[in-house]
């Protein structure tokens, strides 16, 4: 987990928290929701609509399926490499599919 060891992305982790709360915001209102600054708010809306985990310029708002995908990839590899029994790691794929 790369974001708890150096905090490499945890301004957009926090983008990402805001946005959970509301189903629109606008910039203004993941600022207040945050602690990060304007300019902030706004080079992490960049980076998030980069990896197309976010949505729209003036009503921000998550893109679910994209996030569920990119949660989907990471929870399999970490299964995959923490599982030591087969049939475990098949249960728990086909729960979250």
């Known amino acids: 987990m790369r974001v708890l060891l150096d905090k490499t992305g945890s301004g957009q982790l926090e983008v990402l928290s805001a946005l959970t709360e509301e189903p629109e915001m606008r910039h203004k209102d993941i600022v207040e929701a945050s602690s990060l600054s ?3 708010v706004s ?3 960049e980076k998030l609509r980069d990896k197309k985990l976010v949505e729209g310029e ?7 399926e994209r996030i569920l995908k990119l949660y989907r990839e990471h929870l399999e590899a ?3 490499r923490d599982s030591s029994e087969p049939e475990e790691l098949n249960d728990l794929r086909t729960y979250f599919k």
């Not at 003036?58 to 679910?64: G, H």
């Open 38 to 40: 304007k300019g902030a």
């Open 58 to 64: 003036t009503d921000i708002s998550l893109n679910e």
């Open 43 to 45: 080079n992490n809306l």
């Open 78 to 80: 970490f299964l995959i």
